[in-house]
Nanobody, 116 residues
Framework: QVQLVESGGGLVQPGGSLRLSCAAS????????MSWYRQGPGKERELVAV????????NYADSVKGRFTISRDNAKNTVFLQMNSLKPEDTAVYYC?????????WGQGTQVTVSS
């Protein structure tokens, strides 16, 4: 079965960096685009970044452009989210998502807290 397991969250000061990872299994990872979403306190879940199956194309929410970078390693079935210049408003649970044959799958999420 499809499994997505996020890791790398934590507490970081404003201006700091974190790198999130999402390990995927149960499907042909290299055939599918992957995305990162986040849900902040009292907010709806929002799309943060998406990457094409081969990694050649990416897209970002305006709020993270220039600060976040999505990448993937198809040999390791892993997608990453490098987050730099973090702001308190980036505080959220971050989820990776795969849509496999039209069915959405989500990881359990990893908490990112940006606070001094």
């Amino acid at each position: 079965q499809v499994q997505l397991v996020e890791s790398g969250g934590g507490l970081v000061q404003p201006g700091g960096s974190l790198r999130l990872s999402c390990a995927a299994s149960g499907f042909t990872f290299s055939s599918y685009a992957m995305s990162w979403y986040r849900q902040g306190p009292g907010k709806e879940r929002e799309l943060v970044a998406v990457i094409t199956s081969a990694g050649g194309g990416t897209n970002y929410a305006d709020s993270v452009k220039g600060r976040f970078t999505i990448s993937r390693d198809n040999a390791k079935n892993t997608v990453f989210l490098q987050m730099n210049s973090l702001k308190p408003e980036d505080t959220a649970v971050y989820y990776c998502k795969a849509s496999v044959q039209g069915v959405p799958y989500w990881g359990q999420g990893t908490q990112v807290t940006v606070s001094s």
